[in-house]
Structure formats: C-alpha cells, structure tokens
C-alpha cells in the first residue's frame, strides 16, 4: 500500500511564510508526478504547484513567484515553500502522486489534507 503523509500547515500572518512537506511511502517504484492542490470554502479544488520526477514544474497563475516546488526523488518527498501569503491563499491543502507500483499498475493517491489560514 502507499501513504502520502503531509505536514506544515498553520496559522500565519499576511505575508509570512509557511513549507508544506509530503512524503509517500509504501510499495513504490517510481512517482511520475506530485503535486499540491488546495480548497477553499465554497470553491472548487484547484492545481496550486506540480513537479515531474525530471523536475518539471507547473504552477497556477495566482502563485506564480510567491510558491516555489521542490522533490527529492530519493525519498519520495516533495515540499512547498509559500511566501508573501494572502488571505485568498486560506484553504485546505491537499499532496497527490501519481505512483506506480512494482506490480506495473499506475494510480494517484491523495494525502488527508493540512490546513493553511493566514490571517491577521
């Protein structure tokens, strides 16, 4: 089985700082993609960052030069470093990995979510 075990989230002021980390562990042989998604009340869950195990990277436009993603393929790890925070960034932030097994099936799994507010 695999598990995406996420932490870092808080409570922090507009325009601090927060690194949100995930690691996956489990029968893995490779992680083609992971990423962070959040939801905020009311709203659909959205794409905030991605990476690639080749270290692509995609990211919404509202986070653009704030978030920056990085991975470490070696432990199955991917972090979220989130400056200049905004209120609208408030949600539930959620890790996803794309992982395929050693058995040669592909399938995406969700962690449980950690909380980000930021507000003054």
């Known amino acids: 089985q695999v598990q995406l075990v996420e932490s870092g989230g808080g409570l922090v002021q507009p325009g601090g700082s927060l690194r949100l980390s995930c690691a996956a562990s489990?029968?893995?042989?490779?992680?083609?993609?992971m990423g962070w998604y959040r939801q905020a009340p009311g709203k659909q869950r959205e794409l905030v960052a991605s990476i690639t195990s080749g270290g692509r990277t995609n990211y919404a436009d509202s986070v653009k030069g704030r978030f920056a993603i990085s991975r470490d393929n070696a432990k199955n790890t991917v972090s979220l470093q989130m400056n200049s925070l905004k209120p609208e960034d408030t949600g539930v932030y959620y890790c996803?990995?794309?992982?395929?097994?050693?058995?040669?099936?592909?399938?995406?799994?969700w962690g449980q979510g950690t909380q980000v507010t930021v507000s003054s």
């Open positions: 489990g029968s893995i042989f490779s992680i083609a993609v």
């Open positions: 996803n990995a794309d992982v395929v097994a050693y058995g040669g099936w592909q399938r995406d799994y």
